[in-house]
């Protein structure tokens, strides 16, 4: 770690969101290798089509924890939209798609985030109570158990389109924020860009926590 | 043999005696076990299509609007629908459709996921927890494959099943119909695409126990195949292609170059 | 074996709408050598098909068996699409016939034992079990054989041991065990005949001649009216059914009476229900009323049957009775029961049919009582209906219809069991039904082979070919021979028994070969008598095992303690044995009498073999179908481990009580030593072939054969084998085990049981080159009544028989003689003394004509029609457990049983099928909804059902296919139980036989028992 990094995620929140992400992954994975004959061939990674069946049935389990503690752990601080700050920031889209002058100043999470961590908890949720009720169809009236296959779908169908926004806002399209998720530090200027008002907060509580900020020897500096 | 014809079973349950030859056949070609039933009242058994049983006489007491008695059989089983929900759904590939028209199961193929239990109209797919396959009648395919017919029909006394090209057995079914007047039907030509197993009723569908007045393939079936799952690809690309246009137009979002960003924004 | 190979899985019958597909047939062409990666189509194709002949009911319907080449074993087994009465197809008995295979787990594979005390199954193997039962058969035979009856006359028998069984082995087998039980000397012999249609042996023999049945099952396609009556025919003669649905295709009517709606009923045009026992009153109104509205075929009363006959003076019928009637005795003396001769000695007639004496008239005047109203009130059946039935059916009496008459054991076991096909035999006479393509009784019988054991006589009271058992009274071959040898005076009477003595001499050859000669009557004097009068049938025969009496019982292929009436007291019976040799393919709750529910078994001191045999289609073989088709069966494989064919084990225990007595001597050795055994084949097992040669009949010595009438000579040498009775000699020169079968090989030794020609000359589907048909090929008995007294056919349109141009054309005629208006000419029933069909039956118990008589245990106290309540010529058993309860108000309810389509008989071979037991699980009682709901019971509940001797429970199956009856004023419900479960399989049901209530009372003439009538209680548990 360099200097001018401070810490933005504790280790517990890391574990759950990278648990998750790959369960994710996973079950999309395997779920395309269900959901289309010509992806049938994935079967293959995992010794054929049935095993490919039971990985997707127990990584869901697996998911669903995931997702639940997810949820509780982040549903105060990525659930619950602000206004009209959010409301600011939506109309200026974050400031992505166009030019802002000044992007709103938005805190831990931006409504972006916000929406996603919604789309996932909302289409998780139900993911998962349709994925139980299609893994076991005859416990219910066929009426009911008919309509759970095309909410799995489009369950599938808004996770794994978010999942792609994620991917690249959280990668590439916002360089250095990557590191949130695999060191848990970031650099602060970065940080204050993206979530100043955060920032601020952290600061005025007195909670934020900087890299060797005891030590005091370093001098600013980047690398770029 | 390069032209197979499209075959159709006629079940004409006005001949049928329900001696069961045909659900015994069944399970004697495709080596199917019997199960310890109970008698519970009645001479079905077991009560339902099992999936060690793919074809099941219903017995059922009707008395009609004359006050006439009448003992209904049914031969129920798989209808090998045209416009199969089950092979719709079957993510493997071990329901499919048959050179000549007709439902074939390829067991290995199957995962167990029982999708085709719930898709199916006339509720015959069945599940073994044994072997976590689903089990239903392929129509004898590796006998009408062959030009033999299908263990049931050939077991079958008074003729009530028969089998051939698919005109010329409607065609039957409906001179037959006509022969009987009143109420009688013809079922399964109509819906999904057409059925490749058609009944001839004495009386109208809605008599008949656990046979579905107008069968189709569910809506919940056309909205996840037809139109969910292509659009997962699409929106899935759609997002894809998205970040990657925003990644070359617009670059990643760093400090100290709000300048780019301005340019990234025409 | 001539099979077609193309013809074995071909669409063609399947394919409806006279489209068929292109069919690949059998090309055997590029067949992948390993099995293992090839589907199951491709396994059956590169399979050795044998085809076999259905082991259940008497349909005869083919089925072929594919054996997998490298392991023998059968990998699959379906309809035989070539065989002409089943076209491929199979009820679910049939399709599930794979499961009598050793793939069953339960089949029996070895030896089993169970010595006295014994609380299980040893197992053993044939070296010890032999001599062992050859010792004990010997000892008990030695130490009980009875020389000398009370009276002094020599009888020569033995009535310590039992013989039962059986109707489910081959022709051969059934000869073998015919053979064996009279050379030890048993009397009390008896099988599944006696329990089935032995009645109908004594009815149609008395109105016909012959007492099979008349037409065969294809033959129903060609009926205008059918009329199942006696039968649910549809569950338990499903493929005679589908020749049935064939005749309503062409537009035939068809009509189910019956106490239930049963899967019969459900495809008839109509169904009328009657209580259980009132045939006679419902076919009585229907002669009634064919004779007063002349619907009666009257050239053919007139000129075919004995209508015109005048009986003579002294008989009379009063208040119930026929004269001659002795109460002490319960027995009618018969000498009133005749005609009137000129000086000729031939009878009487009345061509006016006017004379008060005439058979006609005496008949008209006996069914005027039965009227509408009375018929209606004892049978439960509304007055419409009965007219409907009436007017239908008797619209058949015109030249160019024809009505026919399916029944089975709905008509036979009933104490008036003669007396009902009687009454049949009576309408179909006055119709011109019999002896047409279309027209005749169709006795269905119930087992796969019971014509056959029949013709061979595993009875009491017959020999092979109807030939009749020696009574003590007739101590020489030429009194015998003189008393059943009968004389006509009628030039045109053929009486073709007056052959008799050829068929008896030969029988006798065939057992003792050169031991008999002239001098010695050819062994008559070894054969067992019976007593005069006596009778030794089953229920005799359990009936003195209870008293403890038989000491030794044979039971093949049977389950007597599931399957005889009144069950509780033959288990005690079997309980009293010394020793039970059982023959079967499963094992069954008589074989197993010492480990049922209650019984004491360490104080059973009974020793106990069972021995495995092999299945039907693990042995080569002839069967005869209800229709008289002796078909035969190819081996398809061995049978498991130990299992040899039945025909084996009697040879083997044979050749051991042989060996015993020729090395000990002993009592009675003669018909024992001197027996011809010679029924192995060169490498030491039981050939078919030779027994079915011996059967057929075999030249002892070089014979010239003369036919005068045509001058011709032919020459037979030794050895060659007879080409049809009319060869047999009565000098000793033939042999022939049974005359009806004679003619079934060429005398160049071709066998015709196995022809499979499927050529269809008249197209009727008499299919002449299928098969043998005895006799000589015949396929419709009595064809000759078809024709007119020219020799023209009554209708046209089904031309079974006509004379042209000198020659009969056709079906094999009944009889060569020219048609009976020419010089030459002969009457059509040429096995009637008299050639005529017979109304008055003169040689019944129970009264020349049909008469109503309630059940044993009816509801009725009085019979509406006479002061006779019961047949009065019954034998009544009065042991300690024979009791009778009836119109009690304990037992208010009449019961009906029997067998449904997925059981089979007492359920000994079918219970063991899982296919099956899943299709029907468990024991049940069909109830009406009404009677249900005054017992509160509900659909599906479980149930006492008890009679007077006995209880068993049962699941309640509520329905409304069963109909209250207003019977004589009140309401009287009627109930139905199947007969096919037991204790001993399925182990998760306490349900047992429904035997234990029926009671011990049979028919007046062949004590067929009364399974179909009686009285029950039913409680909810």
Known sequence: MKKGYVQVTDSYERIIHWTMAISCLLLCLTGLGMMFQSFNFIGYLFGGLKNLKLVHNFTGLIFAVSLLMAIRMWWKEAGVFVFPEDMDWIRAAGGYLWHVDKVPETGKYNPGQKAFFLVVAVFGVIMIITGLIMWFPTALPVALVRWMYPLHVLGFVAIFTFFFV??????????????????????????????????????????????????????????? | MSTKPELVKLIDTTLCTACRGCQVACKQWNEMPGLRTKQVGTYQNPPDLQWNTWTLMRFQEYRDDDGKFQWLFRKDGCM????????????????????????????????????CIAACPFDVPRHDAATDKVYKCDLCYSRIEQSVPPACVKSCITKALTIGPKDAMIKKAYARVAELGGDANVYGDKFVGGTHVIYVLQYKPEVYDELPVNPKVPLSVIVWKDLLKPLSLLTAGAAAAGVFIHYITHGPKTPHDDGQEQKGGE | ??????????????????????????????????????????????????????????????????????????????????????????????????????????RLRKVLYRGPGGTAWEEKDWEWALPRMARLIKDTRDKNFIKRNAKGELVNRCEAIGHYGSSNVDNEECWLITTVARALGVVYMDHQARVCHS????????????????????????????????????????????????????????????????????????????????????????????????????????????????????FYFKDGLFSGYDAKKRKYSKDTWVYEYDANGVPRRDMTLTHPRTVFQIMRKHYSRYTLDKVSSITGVSKENLLKVYEIYSATGVPDKAGTECYALGWTQHTVGVENIRAMTLVQMLLGNVGIAGGGINAMRGEPNVQGSTDHAILYHILPGYLKTPPASLDTLDKYLKKYTPVSHDPKSANYYSNYPKFMVSLLKAWFDKAGTKDND??????????????????HMFDRMYEGKIKGFFCIGADNAVSSPNAGKVRKGLEKLDWLIGENIFDNETYQFWRAPGVDTKNIKTEVFLLPASASMEKEGSISNSGRWVQWKEKACDGPDQCIPVGEIEIKIMQAVKDLYAKEGGVHPE??????????????????????????????????????????????????????FGNLQADGKTACGNWCISGSYTADGINKMKSRGKEDPTGLGLFPNWSFAWPVGRRILYNRCSVDLNGKPY????????WKDGKWVGDVPDGPWPPQAEKEGKYPFIMQRDGLGAFFGQGMADGPLPEHYEPLEGPLTKNPFSSQLINPAIEIFEGEMDKIERASEKFPYVITTYSCTEHWCSGALTRWQSWLLEAQPEQYIEMSDVLAKEKSIKNGERVKVSSVRGSVTAVAMVTQRLKPFTIEGKTVHQVGMPFNYGWLFPKDTKDDTTNFLTPTVGCANTFCPEYKAFMVNVEKL
């Not at chain 3, 070894?526 to 007593?531: F, G, Q, S």
């Open chain 2, 80 to 115: 090998h629908c045209t416009d199969a929900a089950c092979v719709k759904v079957c993510p493997s590939g071990a329901l499919y459709h048959t050179p000549l028209k007709t439902v074939g199961i390829r067991r290995d193929k199957c995962i167990g996921c029982k999708e």
């Open chain 3, 522 to 539: 050819f062994g008559y004097s070894w054969l067992p008598k019976m007593d005069d009068g006596k009778h030794y049938s089953t229920m």
């Open chain 3, 795 to 802: 209708n046209p349109k089904r031309n079974l028989l006509e």
């Open chain 3, 199 to 314: 009645p109908s042996v004594g009815a149609l023999a008395e109105s016909f001649g012959r007492g099979s049945m008349t037409n065969h099952y294809i033959d129903m396609q060609n009926a205008d009216v059918i009329l199942i009556m006696g039968s649910n025919m549809a569950e338990n003669h499903p493929m005679g059914f589908r020749w049935v649905t064939k005749a309503q295709e062409r537009g035939a009517k068809v009509i189910h009476v019956d106490p239930r709606y049963t899967r019969t009923s459900a495809r008839c045009d109509f169904h009328v229900p009657l209580r259980s026992g009132t045939d006679i009153a419902f076919l009585g109104g229907m002669i009634s009323y064919i004779i007063e509205n002349k619907k009666y075929f009257k050239e053919y009363v007139l000129n075919y049957t004995h209508a015109s006959f005048i009986v003579d003076e002294s």
């Open chain 1, 166 to 224: 994620h991917l690249y806002l959280g990668t590439i399209g916002n360089p250095g924020s990557v590191q949130a998720m695999f060191s848990g530090w970031m650099d602060k200027k970065v940080l204050t860009m993206l979530h100043p008002k955060w920032v601020k907060e952290m600061e005025h509580e007195g909670k934020l926590v900087a890299w060797g900020e005891e030590k005091k020897s370093d001098a600013h500096g980047h690398s770029a």
């Open chain 3, 1 to 106: 074996m001539n099979i077609s190979r193309r013809g074995f899985l071909k669409m063609s019958g399947a394919v409806g709408g006279g489209v068929a597909l292109s069919s690949l047939g059998f090309n055997l062409g590029p067949a992948r050598a390993y099995a293992d990666e090839l589907n199951k189509m491709n396994r059956v194709r590169i399979a050795k098909q044998s085809t076999t002949i259905c082991c259940y009911c008497s349909c005869g319907c083919g089925l072929v068996c594919s054996t997998d080449k490298a392991t023998n074993k059968i990998i699959n087994i379906e309809g035989d699409a070539d065989h002409p009465i089943n076209e491929g197809a199979l009820c679910a008995k049939g399709a599930g016939f794979f499961q009598m295979t050793e793939a069953n787990e339960h």
């Open chain 3, 671 to 724: 018909p024992i030593l001197n027996l011809y055994w010679d029924y192995l084949d060169k490498d030491g097992h039981f050939s078919a072939t030779k027994t079915a040669q011996r059967i057929n009949g075999v030249f002892l010595e070089d014979t010239v054969i003369e036919d005068k009438a045509k001058g011709t000579k032919v020459v037979f040498k030794k050895g060659q084998l007879v080409p049809g």
